[in-house]
């Protein structure tokens, strides 16, 4: 399988406030986020990137969606650049974030329709992947109640068919069952799954140990913003479970810091 996706050396940094600053403890007025990242995706697989909250795993997915802009370094997608070609990048790729925020007053129907016009589906397309993706969900049955009355596994089941409705190569998804019962949780894990027997490249940050163990083919670990491992789950988990490799390298990279 071939690379489609090739980071180097991101770098991120955010200024901090006053009030941010009070919190956290600290007289810095900046915070690096993320720090000299590289890793490499390949087509058809699933990525991993695991580490606990505050490591830089949203900030990283944010960069590769053009969300946010990289202060240093740069990252080609499926031959673009998220630098100087993102508008490419993002027609090539979806993104799902627990953070996406539906409008309330529309309708899953609505907001499906709408999203697709500005990828400029046709109608009929449009049509066909809405009825395959609402009944794949369940949404069939609330398509036509507004957001604000969804209950919180459902907005997230419409995010994710909404984030896909262009059907992308590459999927972006940022904790893609957090804060998700155990239910909707399986129904999106599976569907990642599917995605991937599709030949789908599919990027996914998490801090759960297990959903890594079952849903992807290499994994990097993130640490204060650095990438402390990345290889295949494979190789990683040889000689024990893939949560005790990552205390050992947490606690490697703390040492390293005293």
């Known amino acids: 399988m071939g690379v489609i996706l090739q980071a180097d050396g991101l770098?991120?940094?955010?200024?901090?406030?006053?009030?941010?600053?009070?919190?956290?403890?600290?007289?810095?007025?900046?915070?690096?986020?993320?720090?000299?990242?590289?890793?490499?995706?390949?087509?058809?697989e699933i990525f991993g990137l695991l580490g606990p909250n505050g490591a830089g795993k949203t900030t990283t997915l944010r960069m590769l969606a053009t969300l946010i802009k990289a202060d240093e370094g740069d990252a080609i997608i499926d031959g673009a650049s998220i630098r100087t070609q993102p508008e490419i990048v993002r027609s090539?790729?979806?993104?799902?974030?627990?953070?996406?925020?539906?409008?309330?007053?529309?309708?899953?129907?609505?907001?499906?329709?709408?999203?697709?016009k500005l990828h400029h589906i046709d109608p009929e397309a449009t049509m066909?992947?809405?009825?395959?993706?609402?009944?794949?969900?369940?949404?069939?049955?609330?398509?036509?109640?507004?957001?604000?009355?969804?209950?919180?596994?459902?907005?997230?089941k419409a995010s994710l068919v909404i984030s896909i409705v262009h059907d992308p190569n590459i999927i972006i998804f940022d904790e893609p069952t957090n804060g998700l019962d155990v239910l909707t949780a399986k129904v999106v894990t599976d569907f990642l799954l599917e995605l991937k027997m599709q030949g789908k490249t599919i990027i996914v940050s998490t801090?759960?140990?297990?959903?890594?163990?079952?849903?992807?083919?290499?994994?990097?670990?993130?640490?204060?913003?650095?990438?402390?491992?990345?290889?295949?789950?494979?190789?990683?988990i040889v000689d024990k479970p893939l949560e005790d490799v990552f205390f050992d390298v947490y606690a490697q990279k703390a040492g390293e810091l005293v």
């Open 11 to 44: 770098n991120k940094t955010f200024r901090l406030s006053k009030k941010q600053q009070k919190l956290q403890r600290t007289k810095d007025k900046y915070i690096k986020a993320v720090d000299e990242l590289s890793f490499e995706a390949h087509e058809g």
């Open 92 to 116: 090539k790729i979806g993104f799902l974030t627990s953070e996406l925020k539906l409008e309330d007053f529309f309708t899953p129907n609505y907001l499906f329709d709408f999203f697709a």
């Open 128 to 156: 066909h992947r809405k009825n395959e993706l609402f009944a794949k969900f369940g949404i069939d049955q609330f398509a036509e109640v507004k957001v604000a009355n969804l209950s919180t596994g459902m907005k997230q």
């Open 207 to 236: 801090h759960i140990f297990s959903l890594v163990e079952k849903l992807c083919d290499r994994v990097g670990i993130i640490i204060d913003g650095n990438m402390a491992l990345c290889d295949t789950l494979a190789s990683i």
